[in-house]
């Protein structure tokens, strides 16, 4: 009975492990075919051969997008907007999760039900286009900052986050003279670092995908960021493309045998999503802790 009993585990364990492998194939799938794409010619392509390994290996995709510098100026603005706004985004959204998760401050449920109808309604594009315009913050990054100081959603997981760290702590903080600026900033911080990592994952994310925003409020081609500049870069690109096959000339025949739009997509994207995939696995593990800690009150 207990050999049948360790045979059906490690069976049930074995079926587990294929399945959970099956899943990380299948999720992995996608980015290898994207990077494969952006490293083969246009003929291999079009006629359909990449699948997981490149064809007719070229880099002239990468080099098209990257040869100006153009790209490189705007992965700087992107850098710049991203960790500023983050810091931005952490430092409001504590000081504003903090208080509001201490029952003890007065007027807490009125502020949290104006916080909550954020949520549910908003002022439109328009009006929001029309009140960036007003303060003159138009082509500022601060016209992209400010709107977005706080998410309703991330304020909420960290109040539950400080609401279930032990009141002990603060109350023996407290006995010993201790105020509040050296509670939070000596015993809940440091007790906070999950939630922060994972809401800094979350929000560096936001900002290094801002595309709309951007479009809207930054006029200056200088102080465009990494994806607007990219969608610029694929269009002409796909535009010079089709001139180039127009032509029928030799110059352009070759353009057309190593570049094609598609493979200016994939390397597109490879360029955007790599500066993430390098900063997730040293956040990785707060990250998982955080949102599991910070998302559950009990």
Do not use: H
């Not at 029309?130 to 909420?156: D, E, V």
């Not at 493309?241 to 352009?252: C, K, S």
């Amino acid at each position: 009975m207990t050999g049948g009993s360790a045979l059906s585990t490690r069976l049930l364990y074995g079926l587990l492990y294929a399945f959970l492998a099956f899943l990380a194939v299948l999720t992995l799938f996608p980015f290898v075919n994207v990077l494969a794409t952006s490293m083969s010619g246009s003929r291999a392509i079009s006629s359909g051969e990449v699948f997981l390994w490149p064809k007719d290996v070229t880099f002239t995709s990468f080099q098209n997008l990257i040869e100006d510098g153009q790209l490189l100026v705007a992965m700087k603005n992107t850098v710049i907007i991203t960790v500023v706004g983050t810091a931005l985004n952490i430092a409001s959204t504590i000081m504003a999760a903090y208080p509001l998760s201490r029952r003890r401050l007065k007027g807490r449920s009125f502020m949290l039900m104006l916080i909550t109808f954020t949520m549910l309604f908003g002022g439109g594009l328009i009006p929001n286009y029309i009140l960036i315009k007003s303060l003159g913050i138009m082509n500022s990054y601060w016209a992209l900052w400010l709107p977005g100081l706080l998410s309703t959603y991330n304020f909420f997981v960290m109040k539950t986050f400080f609401e279930n760290l032990p009141a002990e702590l603060e109350e023996s903080a407290s006995i010993d003279g201790a105020n509040d600026l050296y509670i939070i900033w000596k015993i809940i911080l440091p007790l906070s670092l999950p939630i922060i990592a994972a809401l800094t994952l979350f929000y560096a994310v936001g900002w290094w995908n801002s595309y709309m925003n951007v479009l809207m409020y930054i006029t200056s081609s200088g102080k465009q960021s990494l994806m607007v500049k990219l969608l610029q870069m694929i269009d002409t690109t796909s535009q010079s493309l089709l001139n180039a096959g127009a032509t029928n000339g030799g110059e352009g025949a070759a353009m057309q045998t190593l570049l094609s739009p598609e493979g200016v997509r994939a390397a597109a994207i490879i360029i955007s999503v790599t500066p993430i995939l390098c900063v997730y696995p040293f956040l990785q593990k707060y990250f998982v802790k955080g949102v599991l800690i910070g998302s559950l009150k009990g």
